[in-house]
């Protein structure tokens, strides 16, 4: 047996207010007048107060992110090209020395993404896999403004390529530095703050009850559970502060074991459908009570207590094609199933079992 040797986030820095320590962070990363950084933004910040406090300089360089879709190759080659156009016209071609990635799930991606492909040739969908990423990246900042998907702490970027949705999954993809500062997730909409947030309670409920898990993960992923019940259950005062710890602890806990049922039902939805990562974890979560009977009861209350409604059949009017599309995605996902079911997954996960769920949603 080989025990994975996985990387994590080597500096961070937690608290209300953090936010203003970017620039010191930042000037140990620029030496010359030349040096610039690029600034990844979700755009739904720019008419906001967080925009006057992103500490720009000189030549650094702010792009805002569209993130109408979840994060696709050719979006991020496309960003990748406007920061190598920028460089070449202002800095010599040289890198810049840092990339931050500013916002939710998608912007953080993004942000490791760019930092990926500016020193890695051939465009992001023929690194989409395990281990294929060859050079080191930029050194790249994530900075959450929404919590609940463990980005910031885990070792992948999850893009839709031309024929997957699948991460680029390396050590180099891990942020070199976050900043978790619980004043940016403060005014979500309530249904996204919800999704989001059910991402980080959903990935603990298929970590803590999969065959993969071991105490490490099980360490991270009962108390980011903990966090989650509190946050969702208990309106306590202190919830974005929860909230941001459990996602990040949510990640470490995924780090060392696997997500299940659900995330692989979820892909194909989002795949095949276009649904966003939490919405179509919800909507997928919501019919597995044969798989986790006690994580659904506790999602149902969460659900009500924020008068939360998901939609309702929808994949009653989808083509045939489309629905077989859809199990094979979720039929694919072998770690996922494993984690499930054990090594025999093969003989449960039928088309029948995948048709079954999918026309329940
Ligand atoms: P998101 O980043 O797509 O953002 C959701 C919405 O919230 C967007 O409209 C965004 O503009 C808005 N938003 C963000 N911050 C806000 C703020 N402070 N105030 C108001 N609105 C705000 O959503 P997400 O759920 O955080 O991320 C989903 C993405 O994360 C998916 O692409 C998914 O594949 C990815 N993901 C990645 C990992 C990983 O480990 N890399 C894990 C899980 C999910
Ligand atoms: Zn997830």
New binding site residues.
């Given amino acids: 047996m080989k025990f994975r040797n996985f990387k994590t986030v080597p500096k961070m820095i937690f608290g209300r207010g953090s936010f203003d320590q970017l620039d010191d962070v930042l000037a140990d990363e620029r030496n010359s007048s030349d040096d610039f950084v690029v600034f990844l933004v979700?755009e739904?910040?720019k008419d906001k107060p967080l925009a006057q406090r992103i500490p720009t300089i000189g030549k650094d360089m702010l792009i805002w992110l569209d993130?109408t879709d979840?994060?696709k190759t050719t979006y991020v080659d496309a960003l990748t090209e406007q920061v190598q156009a920028y460089a070449k016209d202002n800095a010599n071609g040289n890198n810049p020395v840092s990339v931050v990635g500013i916002?939710?799930?998608?912007?953080?991606?993004l942000g490791k993404a760019v930092a990926l492909m500016l020193t890695n040739e051939g465009g992001s969908a023929s690194y989409q896999g395990w281990d294929l990423i060859k050079n080191p990246a930029v050194h790249h900042i994530g900075i959450p403004?929404?919590s609940?998907?463990?980005?910031e702490a885990?070792r992948?970027?999850?893009l839709t390529g031309p024929d997957k949705k699948l991460?680029m999954n390396s050590d180099y993809t891990v942020y070199d530095q976050i900043i978790m500062d619980p004043d940016?997730?403060q005014?979500?909409?309530k249904d996204?703050w919800f999704?989001?947030g059910m991402?980080c309670y959903i990935h603990n409920i298929e970590a803590l009850n999969g065959t993969y898990i071991n105490e490490f993960a099980r360490a991270f992923g009962e108390k980011s559970l903990d966090l989650c019940n509190e946050v969702f259950l208990q309106d306590h005062p202190d919830s974005d502060e929860k909230l941001m710890m459990a996602s990040y602890m949510g990640?470490q806990s995924i780090a060392y074991s696997q997500v299940g049922a659900c995330h692989a039902l979820s892909y194909g939805l989002s795949y095949v459908m276009g649904y966003?990562?939490?919405i179509g974890n919800c909507i997928a979560f919501d019919v597995l009570d044969d798989f986790y009977p006690e994580g659904v009861k506790v999602f149902r209350e969460m659900m009500k207590k924020h008068n939360i409604t998901l939609p309702k059949g929808i994949t009653k009017d989808l083509s045939e094609e489309d629905m077989e599309k859809m199990i094979r995605t979720a039929s694919g996902l072998a770690p996922l199933w494993e984690n499930v079911y054990g090594p025999s997954w093969k003989e449960k996960v039928t088309p029948e079992l995948l048709r079954s769920l999918y026309s329940k949603m």
């Fill in positions: 979700d739904v910040h993130v979840e994060p916002g939710g799930g998608s912007s953080l991606d403004t929404i609940g998907t463990g980005a885990s992948t970027t999850v991460g940016l997730i005014g979500v909409p996204q999704y989001t991402d990640g966003h990562h939490g």
